[in-house]
């Protein structure tokens, strides 16, 4: 259709999973490669929905980064914002979830690509053109990467985007829990709509509690819209006049990676064009309802990418 343009800020790596789960990265036999990267992740959701998406990162110009490119385009998501940076190489994230039920993460970020996006290095024409400018990468706190990202928030908030931002939380990421929070609450402020999950909530208040008190205490005076989402029991919104809950969907979930990156980009896809759907409860439960339909059903494949619904999908889980 003719919808507005969604433009997601961020990184695109390469998950490498075991072969076989419930193992230790160590006794792992073997690992297959997922593309991931949250903010790549979102910009393809948007495309399978049928939305209009670009993506803006920094790959290395390596094996690897080609390959991102080329999954970013096959899925129709516009690559002019793609960088190649000439001495770095793309990330890469060795991931497994252990029996005991603990993930274990490694990276390779050395520095990687992604954490060199430089700020003059930006396509700002391509950042002008958005109507919704979305963000939430795990390089957000390394310079020059944080520089960029600065710039390009207040670029797309110029050239009057809503803007949307996911922290994306890896605490193995971060040097310290103190700096993550510090970190995440200095650009807090700069957005529109913020997405949390019920883990990062906890993470940000210090607080176990996951009651509204404790998700309007990171409420700031720009807000038009919080979400915390709460894996199968679906999300809660606050907005200036109202809070609620969406309940989500009954599936059967075997991988949830990807379920939150779907979730926004349902949300997304559904904002780009009605940019008052905060100031309207019915109409913004209906959009919830399909963003968390999409979400649940991202749990029910393996993988992120492979998982995200096309609408067609979405709209067979919503009539049931
Ligand atoms: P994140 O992936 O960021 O941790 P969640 O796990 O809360 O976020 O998932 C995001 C959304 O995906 C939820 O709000 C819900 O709509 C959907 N979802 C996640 N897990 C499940 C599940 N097990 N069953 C049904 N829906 C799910």
């Not at 695109?12 to 790549?40: Q, R, W, Y």
């Not at 779907?262 to 940019?275: R, T």
Request: proline share 4%; aromatic share 8%; glycine share 10%.
């Amino acid at each position: 259709g003719n919808s507005g343009m969604i433009v997601s800020f961020g990184e695109m790596l390469i998950d490498f999973v075991p072969t076989v789960s419930g193992v230790s990265l160590a006794e792992a036999p073997g690992f297959l490669n997922a593309p991931g990267g949250a903010p790549a992740n979102v910009a393809i959701a948007i495309t399978r929905l049928g939305g209009k998406s670009a993506f803006i990162g920094k790959l290395g110009d390596d094996e690897f980064g080609h390959m991102l490119a080329g999954i970013l385009k096959k899925n129709g998501v516009i690559a002019d914002g793609i960088m190649f940076d000439q001495g770095a190489r793309t990330a890469l994230a060795f991931v497994t979830l252990r029996a005991d039920g603990e993930r274990e993460f490694m990276f390779y970020r050395n520095p990687s690509a992604d954490m060199l996006l430089k700020p003059d290095e930006l396509n700002l024409q391509l950042i002008k053109s958005a109507k919704v400018f979305h963000y939430g990468s795990i390089s957000l706190i390394v310079e020059p990467c944080r520089s960029a990202h600065m710039k390009a928030m207040q670029v797309a908030k110029d050239a009057g985007a809503l803007l949307s931002y996911d922290p994306n939380l890896r605490l193995p990421l971060w040097p310290s829990p103190k700096e993550a929070r510090e970190q995440i609450r200095s650009i807090w402020d700069k957005a529109d709509l913020i997405k949390v999950s019920d883990v990062e909530l906890e993470f940000l208040t210090g607080s176990d509690k996951i009651d509204d008190a404790s998700a309007m205490s990171l409420w700031h005076p720009n807000l038009k819209l919080l979400l915390v989402t709460l894996g199968e029991n679906g999300c809660k919104y606050y907005t200036k006049n109202f809070r609620g809950q969406v309940e989500g969907f009954r599936v059967n979930a075997v991988d949830t990676t990807g379920a939150g990156d779907s979730f926004v980009g349902a949300l997304l896809c559904k904002i780009v064009d009605n940019q008052n759907l905060m100031e309207d409860e019915a109409k913004l439960r209906e959009v919830l309802k399909y963003a968390n339909a999409c979400g649940a059903i991202t749990t029910t494949k393996k993988g992120a990418i492979p998982a995200l619904p096309c609408d067609s999908e979405v709209q067979a889980l919503l009539k049931g």
